[in-house]
């Protein structure tokens, strides 16, 4: 089983930035989702551990960024110019075999347990 540490959330208000964290005890492919009451959960974010693809919603793209640090084996997701929409549970996932649709959180094998986001107005 992979273990996954997120840590970053909090409360900030609208326009202010936020760096959340994934720890993972292994590389694999890392998405992240969010998950707002009473929502669905949908993707945000993805990338491999190798190469330079990276994946985002449309509804962050511009604002947010993914990156990795593959000496300490954590994915990071910077989101920039917040927005009270924003707000939601996040959870980071590993993608460990089989076929990877980085958007699909079906096609992840290993969850988070997630980390709250809550941007005011």
């Known amino acids: 089983q992979v273990r996954l540490v997120e840590s970053g959330g909090g409360l900030v208000q609208a326009g202010d930035s936020l760096r959340l964290s994934c720890a993972a005890s292994?590389?694999?492919?890392v998405g992240w989702f969010r998950q707002a009451p009473g929502k669905e959960r949908e993707f945000v974010a993805a990338?491999?551990?190798?190469?330079?693809?990276?994946y985002y919603a449309d509804s962050v793209k511009g604002r947010s960024t993914i990156s990795r640090d593959n000496a300490k084996n954590t994915v990071y997701l910077q989101m920039n110019s917040l927005k009270p929409a924003d707000t939601a549970v996040y959870y980071c996932?590993?993608?460990?075999?089989?076929?990877?649709?980085?958007?699909?959180?079906?096609?992840?094998?290993?969850w988070g347990q997630g980390t709250q986001v809550t941007v005011s107005s």
């Open positions: 996932a590993v993608h460990r075999r089989g076929v990877w649709i980085p958007t699909l959180s079906s096609t992840y094998d290993s």
């Open positions: 292994e590389r694999y492919a």
């Open positions: 990338m491999y551990w190798v190469g330079d693809s990276t």
